[in-house]
């Protein structure tokens, strides 16, 4: 069964810093792109960022480029988001998914089918 569980959100400070864990299960992860989305009270879900299987590649959005950072640990089917000068405009639910795309590629208009449960992000003084 695939499986994706989210953790490391909380509350901090503009300018701080989290680091996101999504652990897997389920699933030939080293084949698969892994994305980070959210979604802010109100708003619609939004891809974050995007790693692709062993070619390596990322894709993030505008609003994170040079302070958001994807990494993938295949050996412990795990994908991290390292988020640093966090902004209040970061306050969202965060989520791991995959479409477990057969290319292995990030698609910029992906439309995941697995879901983990999500993580809490705020960012507020």
């Known amino acids: 069964q695939v499986q994706l569980v989210e953790s490391g959100g909380g509350h901090v400070e503009p300018g701080g810093s989290l680091r996101l864990s999504c652990t897997t299960s389920?699933?030939?992860?080293?084949?698969?792109?892994i994305y980070w989305f959210r979604q802010a009270p109100g708003k619609e879900r939004e891809g974050v960022s995007c790693?692709?299987?062993?070619?390596?590649?990322?894709y993030y959005r505008d609003s994170v480029k040079g302070r958001f950072t994807i990494s993938r640990d295949n050996a412990k089917t795990t994908v991290y988001l390292q988020m640093n000068s966090l902004e209040p405009e970061d306050t969202a639910v965060y989520y791991c998914?995959?479409?477990?795309?057969?290319?292995?590629?990030?698609?910029?208009?992906?439309?995941?089918?697995?879901w983990g449960q999500g993580t809490q992000v705020t960012v507020s003084s």
């Open positions: 998914a995959t479409d477990l795309a057969v290319s292995g590629n990030c698609n910029d208009d992906a439309n995941p089918y697995y």
């Open positions: 389920g699933f030939g992860f080293p084949y698969y792109a």
């Open positions: 790693i692709s299987s062993s070619h390596g590649s990322t």
